[in-house]
């Protein structure tokens, strides 16, 4: 079965960084374009960044452009967010979701998510 | 405040049907057939219940059921049952090739 786990959530100050890891099982991940989506607590979802199967396409919210990066290993089945100049307003719960695939390979929405990590950005 | 804009709250009582609706514009739910719906219970991760406006994943109950005309798309659940009380979210490719997702919308089963 398709299993999506988040890690590398944390309390960090403003203007820090942080990395999160999705470990991903169940299914070829080579093969599936992958998104990183975000809640704020009590608020609704946002999305934050997806990567073409190859990582040869990438997009991002402007909320976050310039200061995330996404990336993936395919051959360890894992992606990544690298999180630079972190904000209070980028505390959130990070989901990582797998895209529904798609003939023209777009975001058309998401069928497989984790649950989730808490990033906490405070002083 | 969200690109895609659902009502706060809905509620029905066991075995009526409710539908949430879920508004954006050209340039993303009336441009494409591209809506999704997602069910989130507290603490817990959302889940897909309807994909490309009214494509029901595996699994997923055919209560539900999704629409779309114009720049609004709809999520009906017929037959209420208690476990259907959730946070509902929808969400549009955009012409930006970006996901938007809706407010969200609380659903109380009375």
């Known amino acids: 079965q398709v299993q999506l786990v988040e890690s590398g959530g944390g309390l960090v100050k403003p203007g820090g960084s942080l990395r999160l890891s999705c470990a991903a099982s169940?299914?070829?991940?080579?093969?599936?374009?992958m998104s990183w989506i975000r809640q704020a607590p009590g608020k609704g979802l946002e999305w934050v960044s997806y990567i073409s199967s190859s990582g040869s396409t990438i997009y991002y919210a402007d909320s976050v452009k310039g200061r995330f990066t996404i990336s993936r290993d395919n051959a360890k089945n894992s992606l990544y967010l690298q999180m630079n100049s972190l904000r209070a307003e980028d505390t959130a719960v990070y989901y990582c979701?797998?895209?529904?695939?798609?003939?023209?390979?777009?975001?058309?929405?998401?069928?497989?998510w984790g649950q989730g990590t808490l990033v906490t950005v405070s002083s | 405040q969200s690109a895609l804009t659902q009502p706060a709250s809905v509620s029905g009582s066991p075995g009526q049907s409710i539908t949430i609706s879920c508004t954006g514009t050209s340039s993303d739910v009336g441009g494409y057939n591209y809506v999704s719906w997602y069910q989130q219970h507290p603490g817990k991760a959302p889940k897909l219940m309807i994909y490309d406006v009214s494509n029901r994943p595996s699994g997923v109950s055919n209560r539900f059921s999704g629409s779309k005309s114009g720049n609004t798309a709809s999520l009906t659940i017929s037959g209420l049952q208690a476990e259907d009380e959730a946070d509902y979210y929808c969400s549009s490719y955009t012409s930006s090739s970006t996901l938007e997702f809706g407010g969200g919308t609380k659903l109380t089963v009375l």
């Open positions: 979701a797998r895209v529904i695939p798609h003939i023209y390979d777009i975001l058309t929405g998401t069928d497989y």
């Open positions: 169940g299914f070829t991940f080579s093969d599936y374009y």
